[in-house]
């Protein structure tokens, strides 16, 4: 199963979180997150990392020796669990979203959709089949930013990320394929925050998925 949390932060700061969570975050992260000169990438950093930890509570995976707040990572940098269930986390302005899958690799993206110049994009990030699709839709825009959360999500959920170029991931419909190895990906797009685009990639098929809200400032496990 692939469970995916989502959370808002838009009324939420870091003194906020710490206050609730203060015994639980560990003091060498505590003490990172007070080293950033930015008080957003704090914040989304931190909220990203609580709700990892409400999703693998939630999961019951939460055991002393899985460490959220160390992670490793891969040698492509992406952030890894050394034991339990595959993950991704991302964030916008106000909005974290973290997935868990137990059977294979995943990545999710999440944009909010607003105007963008489009045109500045189409070189470097899309397709001819994309492009047309952007350009046959009712609305440019939402395609825009569902086929850059779709093909953002199937990066990550390769491990290599942006690193791998955007061209090298073709979109179409449901389904992205890799242009250097042939791996093919399967796409779940989710309007659960509005006029937010949220995409989840996955490397199989037909796997079951759940979606719960959590709460940042609660210290309840969540209900699957």
Known sequence: MTTLFYCSVSNVSCHDIIGVFKDIIAPTFQDEISTYVSPKYALHHLAGRITLYHALR????????????????????????????????????????????????????????????????????????????????????????????????????????????????????????LSDTGEVYYLHQFDCVPEHSICLALSVPAEPIVTRKIDILSRSIVAL
Not at 130 to 155: C, G, P, R, Y
Request: hydrophobic share 35%.
């Open 58 to 177: 939630a999961c019951g995976y939460f055991k002393p020796s899985i460490d959220v707040w160390d992670l490793s990572k891969n040698k492509h940098g992406k952030p890894v669990l050394p034991i339990g269930p595959h993950f991704n986390i991302s964030h916008d302005e106000a909005c974290v979203v973290v997935a868990l899958s137990e059977n294979c690799p995943v990545g999710v993206d999440v944009e909010k959709i607003t105007f963008k110049e489009i045109s500045r994009y189409k070189a470097r990030v899309f397709s001819d089949l994309e492009w047309h699709q952007i350009v046959s839709s009712k609305d440019h825009n939402a395609k825009f930013h569902q086929l850059w959360t779709q093909k953002e999500a199937t990066m990550k959920a390769d491990g290599r990320g942006i690193s791998m170029g955007w061209k090298n991931v073709e979109v179409n419909d449901s389904i992205s394929v």
